[in-house]
């Protein structure tokens, strides 16, 4: 029941987000500060829960297989290959190093 | 797939992709939730990440140009492909065609790989052992990456791994995230005094670096 909660108020909330872009007039949201603000949202957001994901194993940090999986996809990326690529990347190395008892 | 693993139902699954659709905010949530995140805590992670689409939607609403009545329809659409693509086309109908075409071709393939991700999921059982675990984490990565353009873009994100693993150990689950989005406004406020010693040359250098970032 609280996964339902949670699916409901996001899709609310991410439906809003995107309906306010389109009906909101132009003037509001350009104000330099909030554009900005908006921009870093994500990058913060992002930065935290790839580390959280990559590094955490309930309420302690952990240096495991997922590790070695994050490191293929940064290479994959550097060599700018294509989003499910870099996806499989991270796949295919976490299972390969776990296969090896990683 | 990543959410059926994460002890979501085929239901619930399905779903997130049909009625969130945007990409990073379904994972964060699976992710939230995974982790035994509060479900508010979760969705509040989810939606801070779905802010950006509406700036999108204030750029695609002057070149789209589209009626009221179609506007709520057109909404569920406005994400970064979409966007991209409308941005990228020469003429209003060839927006409205871009848009469209993308916005509807996306959606039914997004439900369809989560359905058959879904799925599959089921079949193959401990998806840890297969290293699906992993896929998530990489996601955000591949979406991130694209974003650190710049120092200013670097530090919020340095900041935010700093504070989202320090905070891991002491705090109720999804709350080390949400406090984590502070280093955005952290970072540009610590900019912004810089910016205040440091005379209106360096200014006018800021403005410009901010081109880049409209053209998203």
């Given amino acids: ?102 | 797939m990543t959410s059926a693993g994460s002890g979501l139902t085929l239901l619930q699954t399905c779903a997130l992709s049909l009625l969130v659709f945007t990409g990073a905010s379904q994972f964060a949530l699976v992710g939230a939730l995974a982790a035994g995140g509060n479900p508010l805590a979760a969705a509040a992670g989810a939606f801070f990440l779905g802010v950006r689409n509406a700036f999108y939607g204030l750029r695609l609403s002057q070149l789209l140009a589209l009626p009221r009545a179609v506007r709520p329809f057109a909404a569920q659409w406005v994400i970064d492909e979409t966007t991209a693509v409308a941005l990228a086309q020469p003429t209003r109908r060839a927006t409205r065609i871009g848009f469209t075409v993308t916005g509807l071709s996306l959606y039914v393939l997004w439900n369809l790989t989560t359905l058959l991700g879904a799925l599959g999921a089921q079949a193959i059982g401990d998806t840890d052992a297969w290293g699906l675990d992993a896929a998530g984490p990489a996601v955000f990565l591949a979406l991130l990456a694209p974003m650190l353009r710049t120092g200013t873009e670097r530090a919020v994100a340095g900041l935010a791994v700093l504070l989202g693993l320090g905070l891991l150990p002491v705090l109720p689950a999804g709350v080390p995230v949400l406090l984590a989005a502070l280093a955005a406004p952290a970072v540009l406020f610590l900019e912004g005094r810089r910016r205040g010693t440091s005379g209106t040359s360096s200014d006018h250098a800021h403005e410009n670096n901010d081109v880049p970032e409209e053209d998203r």
């Fill in chain 1, 1 to 102: 029941m609280n996964t339902w909660i949670a699916i409901g108020a996001t899709a609310v909330g991410c439906y809003a987000v995107k309906l306010a872009g389109l009906l909101v007039p132009a003037g509001a949201l350009e104000k330099p500060l909030v554009r900005r603000l908006a921009a870093l949202l994500p990058v913060a957001l992002l930065a935290a829960l790839t580390a959280q994901q990559t590094f955490a194993d309930g309420h302690t940090l952990v240096l495991d297989a997922r590790f070695a999986g994050l490191g293929a996809a940064a290479v994959a990326l550097v060599l700018r290959a294509p989003f499910l690529l870099v996806v499989a990347a991270a796949v295919l190395v976490t299972a390969g190093v776990r296969a090896m008892g990683g």
